[in-house]
């Protein structure tokens, strides 16, 4: 593993939102879900998630969900992605959101 310096993780933006609208993705290469998280003062953000096989869509409304906001764009077929929310695999590879464990604002800085 590369050992990076403390200014190089201040440069990722990691911040707190809140999934506000969860859509199916069916044109996505892997099942995965477009996902509209409110980021507060950040403003409303699109990303899309791999999460299908331990979320349902209706589980993953009103999550916090911890994303890097400051990557550029990302074209995903047509959709556009603005944000990359963070996760880990579990043990059969599929994704586990990473959350905070406690309410905190939309916008909230990881430190």
């Given at each position: ?22 859509n ?86 990881l430190?």
């Open positions: 593993m590369e050992t990076i310096n403390w200014n190089d993780f201040e440069k990722v933006a990691l911040r707190v939102g809140t999934i506000i609208e969860v199916d993705f069916p044109e996505a290469r892997k099942p995965a879900y477009k996902i509209i998280v409110d980021f507060g003062p950040l403003g409303i953000k699109k990303s899309s998630a791999q999460v299908t096989v331990n979320y349902t869509k209706e589980a993953l409304i009103g999550k916090q969900v911890i994303a890097v906001v400051n990557f550029p764009p990302k074209q995903i077929g047509k959709y556009l992605s603005e944000v990359l929310i963070t996760g880990f695999e579990d043990a059969n590879g599929h994704i586990v959101l990473a959350q905070p464990q406690s309410p905190v604002p939309n916008g909230a800085k430190m």
